[in-house]
């Protein structure tokens, strides 16, 4: 069964960039027509879609963020990974990592990790 | 931007009633060459991550227990929990799959009354 799990820094300062990986074990990160996501969730508030990720390498990205967001895939660790730069207090959040489909849009998650940022 | 408003805000049920939720995207979900419409529905607990219950608007999740039904076409759209269980409790979010950017509703959180 297919399983993610994000991991990166819990802490990061303003006007620096937040780096997150997202391993994904129990199945190959290239096998089926997936993409792979990040979302992010503030603390009691609603989920912001950041972007995607298909195996093939292209990429798409909220508008709202995009001039500020890598998303990247490494087959051969089975890992995909978020960079958000020039980070501010607004990007504090839990940060989920996704297995997306055109049919099921977003069917496994991560459990998420909390990035603050703060100086 | 789809932008996907839910109704109302939150709810509180009696345990073994009906709970139902409204979505509305502010364009059409449905894809005409298919005919399905590209809208999914997310129940979140506390401190866990959401978890797919519906896709196409009315297809369930493997898993999902068949209280939970879905509804609607277009811009319009109902999650409906029959016999509402304790474990019920959470916020629910639409979602929609159509365009990019995908989009969420604000959620509507889920109450035994």
């Known amino acids: 069964q297919v399983q993610l799990q994000e991991s990166g820094p819990g802490l990061v300062k303003p006007s620096q960039t937040l780096s997150l990986t997202c391993t994904v074990s129990?199945?190959?990160?290239?096998?089926?027509?997936?993409?792979w996501t990040w979302i992010r969730q503030p603390a009691g508030k609603g989920l912001e879609w950041i972007g995607r990720i298909y195996t093939s390498g292209s990429t798409n990205y909220n508008p709202s963020l995009k001039t500020r967001v890598t998303i990247s895939l490494d087959t051969s660790t089975n890992q995909f990974s978020l960079k958000l730069s020039s980070v501010t207090a607004a990007d504090t959040a839990v940060y989920y990592c996704?297995?997306?489909?055109?049919?099921?849009?977003?069917?496994?998650w991560g459990q998420g990790t909390m990035v603050t940022v703060s100086s | 931007d789809f932008v996907m408003t839910q109704s109302p805000d939150s709810l509180a049920v009696s345990l073994g009633e009906r709970a139902t939720i409204n979505c509305k995207s502010s364009?059409?979900?449905?894809?005409?060459?298919?005919?399905?419409?590209?809208l999914g529905w997310y129940q979140q607990k506390p401190r866990q991550p959401p978890k797919l219950l519906i896709y196409w608007a009315s297809t369930r999740e493997s898993g999902v227990p068949d209280r939970f039904s879905g509804s609607g076409s277009g811009t319009n759209f109902t999650l409906t929990i029959n016999s509402l269980q304790a474990e019920d409790v959470a916020i629910y979010y639409c979602h929609q799959y159509y365009s990019i950017p995908r989009t969420f509703g604000q959620g509507t959180k889920v109450e035994i009354k």
């Open positions: 996704a297995r997306g489909s055109g049919d099921r849009t977003f069917d496994i």
């Open positions: 364009q059409s979900v449905l894809y005409s060459s298919n005919n399905k419409n590209y």
């Open positions: 129990g199945g190959s990160i290239t096998r089926g027509s997936y993409y």
